[in-house]
């Protein structure tokens, strides 16, 4: 594999290049602002171990339904990170979308880093640990007091108009992706001229499945390990995502 310096050379080349960029992220862009992975082998071994269940069972719509303690539970130990910060990924994507080369981020996260980074256009496909909304009459709380133990029933937050249950809005398992926001993705994918792929290793549908809308010039991979899209794409890059962005940006930007 080329060195950084030469990964960056040729990333700046094709950035410079493109008038439309769309990136494409998922749980390795958090991972180096401290948020880990629960989808590694550590995490699936710690829910296991933990909690008695997969994190694909815990995080699903009906073991919410039904054991919602556990859920609550887990979720909050696992999920939720409210003094995480952007980290250089974030802040180089957010200069690139100021600077009118970057049309679009579409996250697989929940943490809404991109957004605190300065991210504008942000389509979040699983949706958002800071919006939360009662599963009775549709109030909408933030992530403040979900976390705020007075308002729960040992882990379960209640909804003070009401008393039902407080839900984050993220996509369970065995829930849909939201439509409106699968759309908006596919238009922007379909419109891209270069599509930078990073922190994923392209195994979780139907996410997964948008990258088919892509049919610019330029496909990017950056990512630690290999992918089942790697043969596909123009480059790709082994680095730490945060860092070859951060220096690639730094080149263009200048």
Request: glycine fraction near 8%; aromatic fraction near 10%; proline fraction near 4%.
């Amino acid at each position: 594999m080329p060195s950084i310096e030469e990964s960056s050379r040729l990333l700046a080349d094709i950035l410079e290049g493109s008038a439309n960029i769309v990136f494409f992220g998922g749980a390795g862009v958090s991972t180096e602002s401290s948020i880990p992975d629960f989808r590694s082998e550590t995490g699936l071994y710690s829910a296991a171990k933990i909690y008695g269940y997969p994190p694909e069972q815990l995080l699903s719509r009906s073991f919410f339904d039904l054991n919602p303690e556990l859920f609550f539970q887990y979720y909050k130990e696992n999920l939720v990170y409210p003094d995480a910060k952007p980290n250089k990924a974030h802040f180089a994507l957010a200069r690139l979308e100021r600077e009118g080369k970057l049309k679009s981020v579409i996250t697989q996260n929940v943490d809404g880093l991109h957004q605190a980074a300065g991210s504008k256009r942000v389509l979040e496909l699983h949706g958002s640990a800071h919006l939360n909304y009662c599963v009775g009459c549709g109030e909408k709380y933030d992530l403040g007091y979900i976390l705020d133990a007075q308002h729960c029933e040992i882990f379960v937050p209640k909804c003070q108009k009401c008393g039902e249950t407080v839900r984050p809005a993220i996509v369970l398992y065995e829930e849909a992706l939201d439509d409106g926001v699968m759309q908006a993705s596919m238009e922007a994918l379909s419109r891209a001229d270069c599509l930078i792929v990073g922190g994923t290793s392209l195994v979780v549908y139907p996410a997964v499945g948008l990258l088919r809308y892509f049919k610019g010039r330029s496909l990017v991979l950056i990512n630690k390990t290999q992918t089942p899209y790697d043969g596909s794409a123009h480059l790709v890059i082994r680095e730490s995502i945060a860092d070859i962005l951060d220096i690639t940006v730094n080149k263009i930007l200048l």
